[in-house]
């Protein structure tokens, strides 16, 4: 099975940016559909961007559309989420997480395996 580990997160303005980064070991990612979710306090935890094992295509929430772009470096191992443009409802606990589905899952109930996250705050 696949670890995942995320670093990235932290504090930032409005309009600024950041990328979360997600290190596999145990197996390569692209063994895996990907996926990086969120979750706000009180908020239930959601899809925010995924690449299925083919690679052929990748899916975005609404709501990040045109200002989060998700990649992976498969020399590194490492599953990348670029965050631009971020604003304040963007905050929240972000986690990288593996599916051994081949095509792309948009819940949490399609995904095997978690990151522990890591805490993304946008300042207002």
């Known amino acids: 099975q696949v670890q995942l580990v995320e670093s990235g997160g932290g504090v930032v303005q409005t309009g600024g940016s950041l990328r979360l980064s997600c290190a596999a070991s145990g197996r390569t990612i692209d063994n895996y559909s990907m996926g990086w979710f969120r979750q706000a306090p009180g908020k239930e935890r959601e899809l925010v961007a995924a690449?299925?094992?083919?690679?052929?295509?990748?899916w975005y929430g609404g709501s990040v559309r045109g200002r989060f772009t998700i990649s992976f470096n498969t020399a590194k191992n490492t599953l990348y989420l670029q965050m631009n443009t971020l604003k304040p409802e963007d905050t929240a606990v972000y986690y990288c997480a593996a599916s051994r589905a081949f095509e792309l899952r948009l819940t949490v109930s399609g995904y095997d395996y978690w990151g522990q996250g890591t805490q993304v705050t946008v300042s207002s």
């Open positions: 690449i299925p094992r083919i690679a052929i295509s990748t």
